[in-house]
């Protein structure tokens, strides 16, 4: 149906035609949703952290849509922020503070690393997560063919490796500004160990230069849904700045704007 030999109404027929492949398909392919959507509320955490340059390092980043946060145009309550093409907007049930929506970054390199990234920059690439969405979503299709001519402009570094593995290589590497780890929607596919195995590798690239986690997702921590949570080193304080459903259809944000009278400073990180 997605290659437009089929529509709903001969969905049976399509089905019997296709049949060999659709069992190949389910079989081998995991499921991959990159939802563009997201950054709507990872933004506010990258303005969060006060950095002017952001190095931007994506853990399970399926295709990389979301290493693009600064291509976008976003509205909030309190404003909007940026100029891109395309709008991203939510339900806001805590508003986003306005000073925060004043801060600005750029975005000076663009990494993600997962076990079976998607490449878009090919028909294929984008037919396989055209596949994750719904049919009749319209606003998710819209939202994908943006992203696909964003990543196509400038593709992203994708690493094909397990995050836990790699990642300890990936934060030697001097940074650039401060170097950002996101991980959206991923976390929880990782046992406990692997989890805990994570947290002390970033913990200690923290101790070496600075860093920042921005974490979307949950883990099951006593929360019902899920948050946004950002931790800084040097220091390692883990900030929860909202809360959101588990489909992350709402935001609502948590207290003030935590850094703006903290502005960024690389050697101390929070200049107080
Ligand atoms: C639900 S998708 C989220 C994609 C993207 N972060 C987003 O929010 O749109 C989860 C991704 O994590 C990847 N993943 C899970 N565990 C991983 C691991 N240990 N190493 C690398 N990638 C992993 C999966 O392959 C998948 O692409």
């Not at 509320?41 to 994506?58: H, K």
């Not at 145009?73 to 395309?86: D, L, Q, T």
Request: glycine content about 10%.
């Amino acid at each position: 149906m997605l290659a437009g030999d089929a529509s709903w109404e001969h969905i049976s027929d399509a089905l019997d035609t296709h049949s060999g492949f659709l069992a190949r398909f389910t079989a081998e392919q995991k499921v991959q949703t990159n939802e563009v959507g997201r950054l709507w509320l990872i933004l506010p955490a990258l303005l969060a952290t006060g950095a002017p340059r952001i190095e931007l390092l994506e853990l399970g980043a399926s295709a990389g849509l979301l290493l693009y946060p600064d291509r976008y145009r976003y509205r909030y309550r309190a404003g909007e922020w940026g100029s891109g093409g395309h709008l991203l907007e939510g339900e806001e049930r805590g508003a986003v503070p306005a000073a925060l929506l004043s801060g600005s970054f750029e975005v000076v390199r663009r990494r993600g690393v997962d076990l079976a990234p998607v490449d878009v920059t090919a028909d294929e690439g984008v037919q396989t997560l055209r596949s994750f969405i719904w049919a009749g979503q319209e606003d998710r299709f819209a939202r994908l063919d943006a992203a696909v001519e964003v990543v196509r402009r400038e593709p992203p570094e994708l690493i094909a490796a397990d995050y836990v593995e790699v990642l300890p290589e990936l934060l030697a590497e001097p940074a650039d500004g401060l170097r950002v780890v996101l991980t959206s929607m991923t976390t929880f596919y990782l046992p406990e160990e692997r989890y805990q195995q994570l947290l002390s590798v970033l913990a200690r690239a923290g101790r070496k230069q600075p860093l920042a986690w921005v974490s979307l997702g949950t883990r099951g921590d006593g929360i019902e849904g899920s948050s946004l949570d950002l931790t800084t080193w040097p220091g390692g304080e883990t900030r929860r700045l909202a809360l959101t459903d588990y489909h992350l259809a709402w935001l609502d944000w948590l207290g003030e704007c935590p850094m703006c009278d903290r502005p960024w400073n690389p050697r101390g990180h929070a200049a107080r």
